[in-house]
């Protein structure tokens, strides 16, 4: 398949003071189905993920469990790590930060780059700050005296430490932010960002003490009595991973020449990423981000995801009772891409019984079983068309661009939606057609009846061919159980656009047994006991 372009695609990196919880389990499902559409399209796609491990938050988790910090974040970067196989991930690179040694040194070299360009400072200071968000805030930030982002009470915090110079940067991040230079999707998020950039940009500090750090992370070069601020080092870890560090080959092959580098992140991060880092950036010279694609928050019962709270929704426990494409579709169709949700067990069941095991399950089920029984497990060639198909190729015709669009767009739901208007209408073309009444008037030996049977069951099973394909990089384990019983498993190998043609399945081929793909909620709850 011939490259057509490139793109480097990331999520941020979460803190492993505990385990993955749903909020992140939307961010890593997103940005896996923006790489796969990716790579579907030809372009040469590179995925990365990690985890943040050089944090206070991090060494506080230990000291409550009464283990090291070490082990603590070994044993949950891995929690994070299995997410591969818990949500069929595509990730290319996973970067452990207090693991990989490509991280401390490029950390250390942007650190000296940023020096050497004099944005690097030492003074006294004393600021509120909440060490769940690794952040100072100006009393007026607050709510309630509370940290907005957490609801708790931030820290006095009074010590001698590096700062940069971010007041510098403030004209030049407003110009590259409010003429799409540097993209953030979506508006209402640029316009927030642009807001707080016009009301002055402070410098922020970029390194701890030693002692307030308990001797965790990476010391500032040159003065080992700091350590360098985590999110100064973690921010770097989009391009460490790459290795700047020595400007290798894919650092200058996904970063420094390439057009299109993407960060995913949860809209609480905003300001580090749409304000910190590409000020970082052009003070080392190093080339910006294209696009910052910020998603928001899955409420649970209404209320912010605490564990204080007990309301945190664990994915992996999803997956186990569910499905693996149960839990992507519930992310990626239930969840607005930009906007908060609001998630309950009850919802999740109905969207699966409705949408996953009745209207495509069943089309699926009901589709091979005929083929089975009317034509011996054979695809039938199609014979004349008739009205009843036509707006089933309209609408197949409309849809790949639409799905094309809706991608393009980092609008994962609006592809399902448009999806689903083919399950949906497939299921009301069996009801019209009605095949069984068309094989019962053939066994009389009527030819015409025999002919409107072979049509149907083959649109049937071209509909589900090409439902499977435009599911592909939503869905990657459902389009491969459709298409492994259609009997066109070898299919997914040819390239992409070619698929999303009307027509593509050759008459002749044996479909095989028709196996529920997503089973009833009797089998569902027998099984999770």
Same mark, same amino acid.
């Given at each position: 398949?011939?490259?057509?372009?490139?793109?480097?695609?990331?999520?941020?990196?979460?803190?492993?003071?505990?385990?993955?919880?749903?909020?992140?389990?939307?961010?890593?499902?997103?940005?896996?189905?923006?790489?796969?559409?990716?790579?579907?399209?030809?372009?040469?796609?590179?995925?990365?993920?990690?985890?943040?491990?050089?944090?206070?938050?991090?060494?506080?988790?230990?000291?409550?469990?009464?283990?090291?910090?070490?082990?603590?974040?070994?044993?949950?970067?891995?929690?994070?790590?299995?997410?591969?196989?818990?949500?069929?991930?595509?990730?290319?690179?996973?970067?452990?930060?207090?693991?990989?040694?490509?991280?401390?040194?490029?950390?250390?070299?942007?650190? +000296?780059?940023?020096?050497?360009?004099g944005d690097i400072y030492k003074k006294n200071y004393s600021g509120l700050y909440c060490v769940r968000c690794e952040q100072y805030y100006s009393s007026s930030e607050?709510?309630?005296?509370?940290?907005?982002?957490?609801?708790?009470?931030?820290?006095?915090?009074?010590?001698?430490?590096?700062?940069?110079?971010?007041?510098?940067?403030?004209?030049?991040?407003?110009?590259?932010?409010?003429?799409?230079?540097?993209?953030?999707?979506?508006?209402?998020?640029?316009?927030?960002?642009?807001?707080?950039?016009?009301?002055?940009?402070?410098?922020?500090?970029?390194?701890?003490?030693?002692?307030?750090?308990?001797?965790?992370?990476?010391?500032?070069?040159?003065?080992?009595?700091?350590?360098?601020?985590?999110?100064?080092?973690? /921010?770097?870890?989009?391009?460490?991973?790459?290795?700047?560090?020595?400007?290798?080959?894919?650092?200058?092959?996904?970063?420094?020449?390439?057009?299109?580098?993407?960060?995913?992140?949860?809209?609480?991060?905003?300001?580090?990423?749409?304000?910190?880092?590409?000020?970082?950036?052009?003070?080392? +010279?190093?080339?910006?981000?294209?696009?910052?694609?910020?998603?928001?928050?899955?409420?649970?019962?209404?209320?912010?995801?605490?564990?204080?709270?007990?309301?945190?929704?664990?994915?992996?426990?999803?997956?186990?009772?569910?499905?693996?494409?149960?839990?992507?579709?519930?992310?990626?169709?239930?969840?607005?891409?930009?906007?908060?949700?609001?998630?309950?067990?009850?919802?999740?069941?109905?969207?699966?019984?409705?949408?996953?095991?009745?209207?495509?399950?069943?089309?699926?089920?009901?589709?091979?079983?005929?083929?089975?029984?009317?034509?011996?497990?054979?695809?039938?060639?199609?014979?004349?068309?008739?009205?009843?198909? +036509?707006?089933?190729?309209?609408?197949?015709?409309?849809?790949?661009?639409?799905?094309?669009?809706?991608?393009?767009?980092?609008?994962?739901?609006?592809?399902?939606?448009?999806?689903?208007?083919?399950?949906?209408?497939?299921?009301?073309?069996?009801?019209?057609?009605?095949?069984?009444?068309?094989?019962?008037?053939?066994?009389?030996?009527?030819?015409?009846?025999?002919?409107? /049977?072979?049509?149907?069951?083959?649109?049937?099973?071209?509909?589900?061919?090409?439902?499977?394909?435009?599911?592909d990089p939503l869905l990657p384990s459902t389009a491969r159980k459709i298409r492994q019983q259609l009997g066109l498993s070898a299919e997914e190998h040819e390239a992409?656009?070619?698929?999303?043609?009307?027509?593509?399945?050759?008459?002749?081929?044996?479909?095989? +047994?028709?196996?529920?793909?997503?089973?009833?909620?009797?089998?569902?709850?027998?099984?999770?006991?």
């Amino acid at each position: 398949m011939a490259v057509q372009d490139r793109y480097y695609i990331t999520t941020a990196i979460p803190y492993v003071n505990s385990t993955p919880h749903i909020g992140f389990a939307l961010e890593i499902t997103q940005t896996d189905s923006f790489a796969r559409y990716r790579r579907l399209r030809g372009d040469d796609t590179y995925f990365l993920t990690g985890t943040d491990e050089n944090s206070l938050t991090n060494v506080l988790a230990a000291e409550r469990e009464g283990i090291s910090t070490d082990k603590l974040v070994e044993r949950n970067s891995q929690r994070f790590l299995d997410l591969r196989e818990h949500l069929d991930l595509s990730f290319d690179q996973f970067i452990r930060t207090a693991a990989d040694p490509l991280h401390k040194a490029g950390v250390e070299r942007i650190w +000296r780059a940023v020096q050497e360009a004099g944005d690097i400072y030492k003074k006294n200071y004393s600021g509120l700050y909440c060490v769940r968000c690794e952040q100072y805030y100006s009393s007026s930030e607050l709510i309630d005296g509370m940290c907005p982002e957490h609801g708790i009470p931030p820290e006095l915090i009074e010590e001698e430490n590096y700062f940069f110079r971010l007041s510098r940067y403030a004209d030049q991040l407003y110009d590259l932010i409010s003429s799409d230079r540097y993209r953030v999707i979506p508006e209402s998020r640029k316009n927030e960002v642009l807001s707080f950039i016009s009301r002055g940009l402070d410098d922020f500090s970029v390194s701890r003490s030693r002692q307030r750090a308990r001797d965790w992370g990476i010391p500032v070069p040159g003065d080992p009595s700091q350590v360098i601020y985590v999110w100064f080092d973690a /921010l770097t870890n989009y391009i460490t991973a790459l290795d700047y560090a020595h400007d290798g080959p894919k650092y200058r092959h996904y970063w420094v020449e390439n057009p299109h580098r993407v960060h995913t992140i949860g809209k609480g991060i905003i300001r580090f990423h749409a304000i910190y880092w590409p000020a970082m950036l052009l003070s080392a +010279r190093v080339p910006l981000p294209e696009t910052l694609f910020v998603h928001g928050y899955i409420n649970v019962e209404g209320a912010k995801i605490s564990k204080s709270l007990g309301n945190v929704v664990d994915p992996v426990e999803l997956v186990k009772n569910w499905g693996t494409d149960a839990v992507r579709y519930y992310l990626l169709r239930a969840v607005s891409p930009t906007g908060d949700a609001n998630f309950t067990h009850e919802y999740f069941q109905s969207l699966y019984e409705s949408d996953l095991a009745d209207k495509l399950g069943n089309l699926l089920n009901r589709t091979v079983s005929m083929i089975g029984r009317y034509r011996d497990g054979a695809i039938p060639a199609p014979d004349q068309t008739s009205d009843l198909e +036509r707006p089933l190729h309209e609408l197949a015709a409309q849809l790949p661009a639409a799905v094309s669009d809706a991608l393009d767009a980092y609008d994962p739901q609006t592809a399902l939606e448009a999806i689903w208007e083919l399950v949906t209408r497939t299921n009301k073309y069996v009801e019209e057609s009605a095949p069984w009444t068309l094989a019962k008037q053939a066994r009389t030996g009527d030819a015409e009846a025999d002919g409107r /049977l072979s049509t149907t069951l083959y649109t049937l099973a071209e509909s589900l061919r090409l439902i499977a394909t435009l599911l592909d990089p939503l869905l990657p384990s459902t389009a491969r159980k459709i298409r492994q019983q259609l009997g066109l498993s070898a299919e997914e190998h040819e390239a992409w656009r070619a698929r999303l043609q009307w027509g593509r399945t050759a008459a002749g081929t044996q479909v095989s +047994r028709a196996e529920p793909i997503f089973p009833k909620l009797e089998q569902v709850a027998a099984t999770s006991g």
